[in-house]
């Protein structure tokens, strides 16, 4: 199942407009470009395309007026804001090579991710700070000549608990 079966059912259960739904499904086909799909199940996927699809169909809508119910889709706010930084960053650093970039300034993108940002700190200053992220690479590793995505943190630290071993 993927992001695109959410957006669809939403548009059928007349909860957006045809041209939002329409939207949201070219930012889900521009996002397969960004590493948010990796990151986050299809429905948080889906309410991040929806809300961005929003505040670009309509120039005058902010983050505020937007209440999307996030408890019935079992969402937390700031994952859906992380998925639409992603995108916003790939329609700032590459305009021209999406569906949806050579259709808005890049001034609305810029201005559409400083929007989402404070809205992001907003929501860590009420938490108890910020979450820390664990890094994904170690930096001692080097470079073995693959790229990996490490998805399971606690694989990583098995991993790097057996080269220490070894190289003892």
Not at 52 to 65: I, Q, R, V, Y
Not at 72 to 86: L, Q
């Amino acid at each position: 199942m993927n992001c695109t079966f959410f957006i669809t059912n939403v548009y059928l259960l007349h909860l957006v407009s045809k041209e939002i739904a329409r939207l949201a499904w070219k930012i889900a086909l521009d996002s397969y470009r960004t590493f948010a799909p990796l990151k986050y199940p299809p429905h948080i996927l889906a309410l991040a395309y929806l809300h961005l699809a929003t505040l670009l169909h309509s120039p005058t809508s902010t983050t505020e007026d937007l209440h999307i119910p996030y408890n019935t889709f079992v969402a937390k706010p700031s994952y859906v804001n992380a998925v639409m930084i992603d995108v916003l960053d790939l329609y700032i650093h590459h305009l021209a090579h999406t569906r949806v970039g050579p259709d808005y300034p890049l001034t609305k993108f810029i201005n559409l991710q400083i929007l989402v940002r404070r809205e992001l700190g907003a929501e860590d200053d009420e938490e108890d700070g910020p979450v820390e992220i664990p890094p994904l690479r170690d930096a001692s590793a080097g470079d073995r000549g693959t790229v990996r995505f490490i998805l399971d943190w606690d694989r990583i630290v098995r991993e790097n608990a057996i080269l220490e071993s070894m190289q003892r």
